[in-house]
């Protein structure tokens, strides 16, 4: 499958996207932990660019290629504290808001507000809806995992 576009964003659409990741790495929270939101929400979505992006710049951090590869199975193993459970749960909750699901109930926030403070929240949350905007365009371009990342 071939990606259906050639060309870059627009300058201006790349200095938005970059300010946006500027307000979320400013936000105070773990590296590590956004790009496990980033990755959680990429798989739930089938991105496999971010996916690809997501485990390389996890490494670059210094992630272990266990906790990444049971990101997907993150309730079911020992690996991750209870802070990136939150913001795991989060994620999820954030992502997968279609078909009746339940979304962010009132349980999953508290549980994130007892491990960030609201700058560290708003800051997972722009993670999120960044990352399901470039998982809903690879999608739909086709983007394929290494071919430009």
């Not at 050639?6 to 300058?11: E, L, T, V």
């Not at 609201?118 to 809903?136: E, G, P, Y």
Request: net charge negative.
């Amino acid at each position: 499958m071939e990606a259906r576009l050639k060309s870059a964003a627009s300058p201006d659409v790349m200095t938005a996207i970059q300010h946006l990741y500027k307000e979320i790495h400013s936000g105070g929270v773990d590296p590590r932990v956004l790009e496990l939101v980033h990755l959680r929400a990429s798989q739930i979505n089938g991105c496999s660019p971010c996916v690809y992006a997501a485990v390389a710049t996890a490494k670059k951090n210094g992630e272990t290629d266990e906790r990444l590869h049971n990101v997907v199975t993150w309730r079911e193993t020992p690996f991750f504290a209870e802070p990136e459970r939150a913001a795991l749960a989060l994620t999820e909750a954030a992502t997968r808001i279609q078909d009746g699901a339940a979304g962010v109930t009132d349980e999953i926030w508290a549980d994130a507000a007892a491990h960030f403070g609201d700058k560290q929240l708003s800051a997972i949350i722009l993670n999120i809806a960044l990352t399901n905007f470039f998982n809903r365009i690879n999608r739909t371009i086709r983007e394929q995992a290494g071919k430009t990342w």
